[in-house]
């Protein structure tokens, strides 16, 4: 009895398996792909790219179309995947058969311009003829004008300047000695004479007379913060 009953079984399933599935529902979605593949290979001309993948697939989605008008719709699934395949060949081999004309096409205009430079520089040879190579001419010699040295009102400090060596600048006093005349215009921004900064700006004193002269000089002689002998010269 139990090996009748499995015999019975298998039975049934077998004959179930070797039924194919009746679609009872249209497949709309395949359909929608199928036509929307086929149509793009269409518009990347894969007609002239790839002519039997195109019409196969044109032909495929014509009996689709007839089987559904039949409500058979497992014949129009069938025939909806077999276009679905050969479209998207289409489409690839269209592709690649544009791009390679593409190319081909770049390669000419390339080929084009490299000709069009080389039979211009082949006239322009032709035409110009061969230049004997300038000589300078000498260069002319100006002589030296003496430079002048303008009195100026104020001074902007540089690296390692001191009060000494400001008023020695012959557009400043010509003369190391006057250096108290700077101090004491520049009180406001000069707390040391010894102690003056890179950035800082003196104003030049121009109004003194020949008594504030000589009285600057004497000071700076008698003063140790720049010493001078009996010359005049700093010693330091």
Sequence with gaps: MFRFLFLFTVGVLLCSCAKPHQMTHPPLIRMEAAEYMVSMARDKQAQAFAPSEYHAAQSALSDAHSAMEQNDYNKAAESLNFALTHARRAVKLADEGQARLAEEEAERIRAEEQARQAARLKVK?????PQKPEVPAP?????????KTEPITSYSVGEGETLW?????????????????????????????????????????????????????????????????DSGVQTQ
């Design 125 to 129: 040879e032709v035409e110009t003829p």
């Design 139 to 147: 260069p002319k010699l100006v002589p030296k004008q003496p430079q």
């Design 165 to 229: 060596t400001i008023s020695a600048q012959p557009q400043v006093y010509g003369d190391g000695l006057l250096w108290p005349l700077l101090y004491q215009a520049n009180r406001d921004q000069i707390k040391d004479p010894r102690q003056i900064f890179p950035g800082q700006v003196l104003s030049i004193r121009r109004d003194m007379s020949d008594k504030d002269i000589e009285d600057a000089r004497q000071r700076a002689r008698e003063s140790d913060i720049f010493p001078v002998s």
